[in-house]
């Protein structure tokens, strides 16, 4: 009987060994989900004093808003057709890939319109709407 018991044991005991063992391998093995491949980066640190170039770039950025986003997002960019665009959290490399590429159904695609130039001022001007 003891001699039974010990064998039930050592199966036991080796089942739940490799049964870990498989666990802990797929973990290591499983594809990164959605969620993890769409990670944004971290979002640019903006000068808290404006400097004679960080104005420019924002006044540009004001102008082509006006030109070309305000008819969507409001005069006043707080929404009408499109969304608000008061305090953005998106990283800058995120609006940057939204701005050239659009979203489908919502919002065209800019990417032949603005230069990287205009679209980083663009991008400085959104980042002064606070609410």
Do not use: W
């Amino acid at each position: 009987m003891k001699a039974k018991l010990k064998e039930i044991g050592l199966v036991l005991a080796t089942a739940l060994g490799l049964f870990a063992m498989v666990f802990g391998v797929i973990s290591i093995l499983e594809p990164a989900t959605v969620a993890d491949s769409l990670s944004e980066p971290p979002i640019k640190v903006v000068a808290s004093v404006a400097t004679p170039t960080m104005e420019t770039q924002t006044k540009a950025g004001a102008s082509l808003f006006g030109r070309n986003c305000a008819h969507c997002h409001g005069d006043d960019a707080k929404g009408d057709e499109g969304p608000s665009l008061y305090d953005l959290t998106r990283s800058d490399a995120r609006l940057t890939k939204i701005i050239k590429e659009g979203i489908k159904g919502e919002m065209p695609k800019f990417a032949s319109k603005f230069s990287e130039v205009d679209i980083q001022s663009l991008i400085a001007f959104l980042r002064t709407l606070k609410s």
